[in-house]
């Protein structure tokens, strides 16, 4: 599961191995032979050309609930909230934080060129970082004209 545990209903064994095993999408269900609660013995019919089956597909489920109408309602819609929750988080996770991003350009950690024309400018005689604004520099031309340089993407 998305937190590192088997998310279904399981019997015997432990946590990390139940005896059986029915996940909560009905796929990888696992019938082990032995664990330390039930009597070792398969639970599943022999496979072909020997030895036991260990996976199984289920065909039919039969759930019977007890609660009344309101309880199985209440269940639904906790579960329902519980899986908009975790769908939201994953859409967070997925989602670039672009300010952050383009600071690792900048500092350096994600390796690129483009900023490379900031460490180019530094220390020439006409150009310097605009004191004004920090993501501009300015390219002095000539002495009536001053060209200013967007060091940020925006």
Not at 11 to 20: T, V
Not at 42 to 54: D, H, I, K, V
Not at 111 to 133: L, T, V, Y
């Amino acid at each position: 599961g998305y937190d590192g545990l088997a998310h279904g209903i399981g019997f015997g064994g432990d946590n990390e191995e139940p005896r059986l095993f029915i996940s909560e999408s009905f796929d990888g269900c696992v019938a082990s032979s032995a664990d330390l609660t039930f009597e070792p013995g398969p639970l599943l019919p022999p496979a072909e050309g020997g030895g036991s089956l260990r996976n199984f597909e289920i065909s039919d489920l039969e759930v019977w609930g007890v609660g009344g109408e309101e309880v199985v309602s209440e269940g639904l819609g906790a579960q329902e909230q519980h899986r908009g929750l975790m769908e939201a988080n994953i859409r967070k996770a997925r989602k670039v934080d672009k300010a952050a991003f383009l600071d690792d350009f900048r500092s350096g950690l994600i390796q690129s060129k483009a900023f490379k024309h900031r460490e180019e400018i530094r220390g020439r005689a006409d150009c310097h970082i605009d004191d004004d604004d920090l993501n501009n520099y300015v390219i002095d031309k000539s002495s009536d004209k001053t060209i200013r340089q967007s060091l940020a993407y925006r």
